[in-house]
Nanobody, 123 residues
Framework: VQLVESGGGLVQAGGSLRLSCAAS????????MGWFRQASGKEREFVAG????????YYADSVKGRFTISRDDAKNTVYLQMNSLKPEDTAVYFC?????????????????WGQGTQVTVSS
C-alpha cells in the first residue's frame, strides 16, 4: 500500500491541525494504521494507532486527550486530529500501515510508510 500524508503546517501553541493520510489499494480496510513522529535529532516515536475496522485505538501518553485518530475506509484515508498543540509536538509526522496489529507501537512492525509531513508549533 502507498501512503501520502497532508495537512501539516505552522500553528501557534494551543491551536489545532488535522493530518490526513491517503492510501492506495483496495484492501485499505484490512490494514492497521499508525501515526508516528520524529523530531529533529530524536528517534521516531509512536503517536497513535487504529486497528482494521476502527475497533480499537491507541495513543501515546503524551498526546492522550489531545489527539484523535480515525479512519474512513470508504475514502481510504486515516486522520489525526491534533488539538491543544504544544511546541514539543513539533516533528515530522509519518503515516504507516501494516496487515497485523501486533506491536503497533513499534515502527519496526509497520511495512509501509508515507513520506511525512512537517508540523511546527510555535510558542
Amino acid at each position: 500500500v502507498q501512503l501520502v500524508e497532508s495537512g501539516g503546517g505552522l500553528v501557534q501553541a494551543g491551536g489545532s491541525l488535522r493530518l490526513s493520510c491517503a492510501a492506495s489499494g483496495r484492501t485499505f480496510s484490512s490494514y492497521t494504521m499508525g501515526w508516528f513522529r520524529q523530531a529533529s535529532g530524536k528517534e521516531r516515536e509512536f503517536v497513535a494507532g487504529i486497528t482494521w475496522s476502527g475497533g480499537s485505538t491507541y495513543y501515546a501518553d503524551s498526546v492522550k486527550g489531545r489527539f484523535t485518530i480515525s479512519r474512513d475506509d470508504a475514502k481510504n484515508t486515516v486522520y489525526l486530529q491534533m488539538n491543544s498543540l504544544k511546541p514539543e509536538d513539533t516533528a515530522v509526522y509519518f503515516c504507516a500501515a501494516d496487515r497485523t496489529s501486533f506491536g503497533l507501537r513499534l515502527p519496526a512492525n509497520f511495512g509501509s510508510w508515507g513520506q511525512g509531513t512537517q508540523v511546527t508549533v510555535s510558542s
